[in-house]
């Protein structure tokens, strides 16, 4: 079955930056788009970044275009999110997921941005 599990996330200081990963298990990896969303205290799923599945077209969220980058290496099933100059705002669960609706998503890994 699918086996999305995040990792990276943490502690950090406004203006800091985090790498999120995720290793997928279970599905054609390279044959998916991919998408991180996330979800903050008492708010809705939002998506956050989505890459096509061989890494060719990007997109971001306008709210974090610039400062977050998606890639992934197919070779090791893995997902990533580079994240700089992390704002409060940025605090949520990140979950790497099969949908822009965060369908399909793993546990998620805790990003906290605060001084």
């Known amino acids: 079955q699918v086996q999305l599990v995040e990792s990276g996330g943490g502690l950090v200081q406004p203006g800091g930056s985090l790498r999120l990963s995720c290793t997928a298990s279970?599905?054609?990896?390279?044959?998916?788009?991919m998408h991180w969303v996330r979800q903050a205290p008492g708010k809705e799923l939002e998506w956050v970044a989505t890459?096509?599945?061989?890494?060719?077209?990007?997109s971001y969220a306008d709210s974090v275009k610039g400062r977050f980058t998606i890639s992934r290496d197919n070779a090791k099933n893995t997902l990533y999110l580079q994240m700089n100059r992390l704002k409060s705002e940025n605090t949520a669960q990140y979950y790497c997921?099969?949908?822009?609706?965060?369908?399909?998503r793993g546990r998620g890994t805790q990003v906290t941005v605060s001084s």
């Open positions: 997921a099969q949908t822009q609706e965060g369908r399909n």
């Open positions: 279970g599905f054609p990896f390279n044959t998916y788009w």
């Open positions: 890459i096509a599945y061989n890494g060719a077209a990007v």
